[in-house]
């Protein structure tokens, strides 16, 4: 399942604050005057407009600078697909051996149809690498993307799945709450 994770436009709060402390028992005129402070704020969204929490956009502390995707890979580990169909899930797709994509002659021939038949899917990329598929999510890198295969005859054609968690990497800018320090 694809769940979209979005940020809508954040906005502004006036706040009213004193530019120091002050003294509750003074009488009004030695009192400062009141000052106002802009807070942005920022909800964040799921599937439905479900209120998550409030956050920020933040960046991936390994590669603060970079925006990247959600990020998997599979290993096409045995290329006999003769014994039943193995289908790979990646959000709302699913992508069905035999049909979706046609298993070649080795696995290496196998990832690169793979990768072919990802690169067909909106806002997925694809790139085989041997017998490897690394797979990219490019729509939104905080999305929640299951990853996952089934396999529906006694071979296992795709091991590993990285992640195993069954889901894609986070990719960059993440949506994440506010660090208060």
Same mark, same amino acid.
Request: charged share 15%.
């Given at each position: 399942? !694809?769940?979209? &994770?979005?940020a809508?436009?954040?906005f502004? %709060?006036?706040v /009213?604050?004193?530019?120091? !402390?002050?003294?509750? $028992?003074?009488?009004?005129? =030695? ?12 909800p964040?969204?799921?599937? +439905? #407009?479900a !209120? =998550?929490?409030? *956050?920020? =956009?933040?960046?991936?502390?390994? &590669?603060?600078?970079d925006?990247?995707?959600?990020l998997g890979t599979?290993q096409?580990?045995n290329?006999?697909f003769?014994t +039943?169909?193995? %289908?790979i899930v990646? *959000? ?5 051996? #035999?049909?979706d994509f046609i ?17 067909r899917l909106?806002?997925?990329?694809? %790139?085989a690498v *041997?017998?490897g &598929?690394v ?7 905080? $999305?929640?993307?299951?990853f996952?295969?089934?396999?529906? /005859?006694?071979?296992? #054609? ?6 195993a968690?069954?889901? =894609?990497a ?7 709450p506010?660090r208060?320090?």
């Amino acid at each position: 399942m !694809h769940r979209r &994770v979005t940020a809508p436009s954040p906005f502004e %709060v006036l706040v /009213g604050t004193y530019p120091h !402390h002050t003294e509750p $028992d003074r009488s009004p005129p =030695l009192q400062p005057a009141h000052t106002r402070t802009a807070v942005l704020y920022g909800p964040i969204h799921t599937d +439905g #407009n479900a !209120h =998550l929490q409030n *956050g920020l =956009l933040a960046r991936n502390l390994l &590669v603060p600078t970079d925006i990247f995707p959600s990020l998997g890979t599979l290993q096409v580990a045995n290329n006999d697909f003769t014994t +039943g169909r193995a %289908v790979i899930v990646l *959000g709302n797709f699913r992508l069905i051996s #035999n049909i979706d994509f046609i298993t070649g002659g080795a696995p290496a021939l196998t990832a690169i149809a793979i990768a072919a038949a990802i690169e067909r899917l909106p806002g997925y990329d694809a %790139v085989a690498v *041997g017998p490897g &598929v690394v797979i990219g999510y490019t729509a939104g890198p905080a $999305d929640e993307i299951d990853f996952k295969v089934e396999h529906y /005859g006694t071979i296992t #054609n795709f091991t590993p799945l990285v992640p195993a968690d069954g889901q =894609l990497a986070q990719g960059s800018p993440d949506i994440e709450p506010p660090r208060l320090t």
